[in-house]
Structures are given as structure tokens and as C-alpha cells.
């Protein structure tokens, strides 16, 4: 009986060590821009092609509808995107690692459900009803860790068992009263509906965010200049994060014309920021995308490859379980449809489409953000042209596909780019 060998990496390394020195070699604003346009030729198309979708899904539905891009419609659009939002975003940990986790709706409504039942029906605080609830994701996702590593059993097959037990579980929960309305007057659902950020608070954080992109990009280019390697300017530093301050302050103040940023929105920001500095900027995320990327060679190089798959059958399970906590919230209630429908896969489909690899060791938590604000934009300009659910699923099926396909295209490029 004969072993099949390794995954062979998508590109040799002596081709991306050429790729970095080229891009590094070039300093300023321009270097800046051709350093996007080689790796775009290499490949590597980032948030490219989902930022496009975006600005043509709403260019298209403007067009046909002026109220899509009113202040108050994106407001509810940012609200809307969250819940499902957070889950994509544990999605994206899976797929990083080149598994699947299709239990995630379910997962999502079975916390839903228990944090109804604690907080309503038993009396306990909301906070310990919502510390429950993500201990819940803590169990399923050390569960199907087990069943991975120990047993062997395909995340698919896992996961699709989880799909099934956990909706029935959520069914028993509920019980007999099919629905558990959470009070209008509680934090949990004012934080989801009508918490709102002040104007000056937005404008105070969008400074900080384009200063610590500033100070982090300066830090990260003196520690090469003392190491020898070549970084970028000052000018290119200082130029990007004067983009960013304008990009985002223009986005506060267009929410603030209406009811201005919810709380609840900055919450899932605030996740993906974090997610994004463990999985760029710690050994934690480095050690994700090597599994993702090539498993046995992860594991010759000393990494715990099965450590690593349960991080992240944790953390998507304590993430969807978020989710459905944050779902309960906005509809103020938790009822046996809560997590299921197209919740899963409006889930999966964020994350692939925001440029999340199905094949793994490819991704951002970045992500989750522009893949779920493709699929919410595409039911709100829908919903305001009248037109039922089936064009909705045809059309975020179509940019599904499409999504899937670019990736395809971009792994079959970088590996020709690696051999040229």
C-alpha cells in the first residue's frame, strides 16, 4: 500500500523570494502602485476583484433604485450584514486551513436558542445567557477537533452531522413555545437595534485608525532598514493612510447624515481587525496558513498540525455561536428558523467571495467583511426593486461561481508564475 505524497506548494519559494525583492526594491507612491499591478500579474488579485464587484453592484442598483445608496439604507445594510458577518468570518479560519464547517447555521441558531432560554425563560443575567452560549461553540468545536484528529473523520462528514444534531437540539430547546421574544428594553437587543456610536466618536476613530496604519507601516520599514532589507517611503506611508483618513472619515459622515454607525457594527470591525493582526502578525496565524498551504510540510517543520485544525474548529464554532447571539438580538427574538435557511450559506459564500481560498492557506479576515457587504448589498437592492428571493439566490449564486473561478484562475497563475 503506497502513500500519496505532500500537496505540492502553489509557487516555489526561490519564485515568491523574487516576487517580495521586486516589490520591496520600489519605494514612493508609484512603486507603491506597481507593487499592486506584479502582484496582480503574479496572481495574487487580493481584494481586487470583490472591491470592483461592489463598486458595480452598487453603481448598477443606484441606477435602478436612488434610495440604495441613501445613508439610511446603508445604516440598515451595516446593521443587516453583521450576524451573518461574524459567522463568515469563523468560516474564514476553516478554509484558511483547508476544511469546511457546514454546521455553522445551526450552531448559530442552538445558541440563539439558549441564549433566549437562559436570559427569558430561566431568569439569568445576560451576560452569563451569552457566556453560556459561546462556551456552547467552545464544546462543539473541541468536539469536532476529536473527531478529526483522533478518528479521522472528514470535517465534511463532521460538520454535516452537526448540521443535523444541532438543529434538532435547537427544536428541543424551544420546545413547545416555537419562539422566545427577548425584551425590547434589555442591553442585549438595544445594543443590536438602536445603539448608535456619537458623530464625534467616529471621526475620533477614524484618526486612529489611519495614524496606527501610519505608525505600524514606519515601525515595520525602520526594523527592515536596520535589518538591511529595503521598505517603503514616508511619502508612500504618509500617502496611503491620507487615502484611508479620507476614505473612511467620507464613510462616517455619510452614516452620520442618518442615524451614524451602531455599536454593534464597530463590534464586528473590531473582530476583524483582531483577527486580522493574530493571523498576520503572530506565530498563532503564520501557523494556520502553513497547514493550509502544505500540512506535512507544516508538520516536518515541528508545527502541531492537529493543534492547529482545532484553533480552528474553535474558533468558527465560538464565532458562529457569536452570531447567532447577535442575530437573536436584531430580531428580538429566537425562533426554530433563526440560524437556518440560507444562513449557512450565505455564510460560506461571504467568505469565498470576499477572496477566501477553498483550497486553503489563501485568505483574510478581511474577507468576511466585503463578502458579506456582496451578498446583504445584493438582497437589499433586490428588496427595493421588488423582485422576489429566487433572483437573490441566482445572483449571489452567479458571483459565487465567479468568485470560485477568479481563485482557480489565480492559483493556475502563480503556479506558472513560480516555474517561470
Not at 463598486?55 to 445604516?75: C, E, K, Y
Not at 470535517?155 to 444534531?165: C, E, K, P
Not at 521598505?231 to 442615524?259: C, I, M, T
Not at 423582485?387 to 441566482?394: A, E, N, P, Q, V
Given at each position: 500500500?503506497?502513500?500519496?505524497?505532500?500537496?505540492?506548494?502553489?509557487?516555489?519559494?526561490?519564485?515568491?523570494?523574487?516576487?517580495?525583492?521586486?516589490?520591496?526594491?520600489?519605494?514612493?507612491?508609484?512603486?507603491?502602485?506597481?507593487?499592486?499591478?506584479?502582484?496582480?500579474?503574479?496572481?495574487?488579485?487580493?481584494?481586487?476583484?470583490?472591491?470592483?464587484?461592489?463598486?458595480?453592484?452598487?453603481?448598477?442598483?443606484?441606477?435602478?433604485?436612488?434610495?440604495?445608496?441613501?445613508?439610511?439604507?446603508?445604516?440598515n445594510?451595516?446593521?443587516?450584514?453583521?450576524?451573518?458577518?461574524?459567522?463568515?468570518?469563523?468560516?474564514?479560519?476553516?478554509?484558511?486551513?483547508?476544511q469546511?464547517?457546514?454546521?455553522?447555521?445551526?450552531?448559530?441558531g442552538?445558541?440563539?436558542?439558549?441564549?433566549?432560554?437562559?436570559?427569558?425563560?430561566?431568569?439569568?443575567?445576560?451576560?452569563?445567557?451569552?457566556?453560556?452560549?459561546?462556551?456552547?461553540?467552545?464544546?462543539?468545536?473541541?468536539?469536532?477537533?476529536?473527531?478529526?484528529?483522533?478518528?479521522?473523520?472528514p470535517?465534511?462528514?463532521?460538520?454535516?452531522?452537526?448540521?443535523?444534531?444541532?438543529?434538532g437540539?435547537?427544536?428541543?430547546?424551544?420546545?413547545?413555545?416555537?419562539?422566545?421574544?427577548?425584551?425590547?428594553?434589555?442591553?442585549?437587543?438595544?445594543?443590536?437595534?438602536?445603539?448608535?456610536?456619537?458623530?464625534?466618536?467616529?471621526?475620533?476613530?477614524v484618526?486612529?485608525?489611519?495614524?496606527?496604519?501610519?505608525?505600524?507601516?514606519?515601525?515595520?520599514?525602520?526594523?527592515?532598514?536596520?535589518?538591511?532589507?529595503?521598505?517603503?517611503?514616508?511619502?508612500?506611508?504618509?500617502?496611503?493612510?491620507?487615502?484611508?483618513?479620507?476614505?473612511?472619515?467620507?464613510?462616517?459622515?455619510?452614516?452620520n447624515?442618518?442615524?451614524?454607525?451602531?455599536?454593534?457594527?464597530?463590534?464586528?470591525?473590531?473582530?476583524?481587525?483582531?483577527?486580522?493582526?493574530?493571523?498576520?502578525?503572530?506565530?498563532?496565524?503564520?501557523?494556520?496558513?502553513?497547514?493550509?498551504?502544505?500540512a506535512?510540510?507544516?508538520?516536518?517543520?515541528?508545527?502541531?498540525?492537529?493543534?492547529?485544525?482545532?484553533?480552528?474548529?474553535?474558533?468558527?464554532?465560538?464565532?458562529?455561536?457569536?452570531?447567532?447571539?447577535?442575530?437573536?438580538?436584531?430580531?428580538?427574538?429566537?425562533?426554530?428558523?433563526?440560524?437556518?435557511?440560507?444562513?449557512?450559506?450565505?455564510?460560506?459564500?461571504?467568505?469565498?467571495?470576499?477572496?477566501?481560498?477553498?483550497?486553503?492557506?489563501?485568505?483574510?479576515?478581511?474577507?468576511?467583511?466585503v463578502?458579506?457587504?456582496?451578498?446583504?448589498?445584493?438582497?437589499?437592492?433586490?428588496?427595493?426593486?421588488?423582485?422576489?428571493?429566487?433572483?437573490?439566490?441566482?445572483?449571489?449564486?452567479?458571483?459565487?461561481?465567479?468568485?470560485?473561478?477568479?481563485?482557480?484562475?489565480?492559483?493556475?497563475?502563480?503556479?506558472?508564475?513560480?516555474?517561470?
Amino acid at each position: 500500500m503506497t502513500t500519496a505524497p505532500p500537496k505540492a506548494p502553489t509557487s516555489s519559494p526561490v519564485a515568491s523570494d523574487r516576487l517580495d525583492e521586486r516589490l520591496q526594491s520600489r519605494e514612493g507612491l508609484g512603486g507603491w502602485v506597481q507593487s499592486w499591478v506584479d502582484r496582480f500579474r503574479g496572481g495574487d488579485l487580493g481584494l481586487l476583484p470583490v472591491i470592483i464587484g461592489i463598486v458595480v453592484i452598487w453603481t448598477t442598483f443606484q441606477v435602478l433604485n436612488p434610495v440604495f445608496l441613501s445613508s439610511a439604507n446603508l445604516v440598515n445594510l451595516t446593521l443587516e450584514s453583521v450576524s451573518t458577518g461574524v459567522i463568515a468570518l469563523g468560516i474564514v479560519f476553516v478554509l484558511l486551513l483547508g476544511q469546511i464547517d457546514l454546521s455553522v447555521g445551526s450552531v448559530s441558531g442552538l445558541s440563539a436558542a439558549s441564549v433566549a432560554t437562559l436570559f427569558v425563560l430561566k431568569g439569568f443575567p445576560a451576560v452569563v445567557s451569552i457566556a453560556a452560549a459561546l462556551a456552547l461553540g467552545i464544546v462543539v468545536g473541541l468536539v469536532y477537533t476529536v473527531m478529526f484528529n483522533r478518528f479521522g473523520v472528514p470535517s465534511f462528514v463532521i460538520t454535516l452531522a452537526g448540521l443535523l444534531a444541532f438543529l434538532g437540539v435547537q427544536l428541543w430547546m424551544l420546545g413547545e413555545q416555537g419562539s422566545v421574544n427577548l425584551p425590547f428594553d434589555s442591553g442585549l437587543v438595544r445594543f443590536a437595534q438602536v445603539s448608535f456610536m456619537p458623530d464625534a466618536v467616529s471621526y475620533v476613530l477614524v484618526v486612529v485608525a489611519a495614524t496606527a496604519v501610519f505608525v505600524t507601516g514606519y515601525l515595520t520599514a525602520r526594523t527592515r532598514r536596520a535589518a538591511g532589507l529595503s521598505a517603503p517611503s514616508l511619502q508612500g506611508l504618509a500617502a496611503r493612510s491620507a487615502v484611508l483618513l479620507v476614505g473612511l472619515g467620507f464613510a462616517a459622515w455619510y452614516l452620520n447624515r442618518d442615524r451614524g454607525i451602531g455599536w454593534m457594527f464597530a463590534m464586528f470591525l473590531a473582530l476583524i481587525v483582531v483577527s486580522n493582526y493574530l493571523l498576520t502578525r503572530t506565530q498563532w496565524g503564520r501557523s494556520i496558513f502553513a497547514v493550509g498551504g502544505n500540512a506535512e510540510a507544516a508538520r516536518r517543520s515541528g508545527i502541531n498540525v492537529g493543534r492547529v485544525y482545532g484553533w480552528g474548529f474553535v474558533v468558527c464554532s465560538v464565532l458562529a455561536a457569536l452570531g447567532g447571539v447577535l442575530a437573536a438580538a436584531r430580531l428580538g427574538s429566537a425562533t426554530p428558523a433563526t440560524g437556518t435557511g440560507d444562513v449557512n450559506l450565505n455564510a460560506i459564500a461571504a467568505a469565498v467571495i470576499g477572496g477566501t481560498s477553498l483550497f486553503g492557506g489563501r485568505g483574510s479576515a478581511w474577507a468576511a467583511l466585503v463578502g458579506i457587504i456582496v451578498i446583504t448589498s445584493i438582497t437589499s437592492g433586490l428588496t427595493l426593486l421588488d423582485l422576489s428571493s429566487g433572483y437573490r439566490f441566482m445572483v449571489t449564486g452567479a458571483v459565487l461561481l465567479l468568485a470560485v473561478a477568479l481563485d482557480s484562475v489565480a492559483r493556475r497563475s502563480r503556479a506558472s508564475h513560480g516555474k517561470g
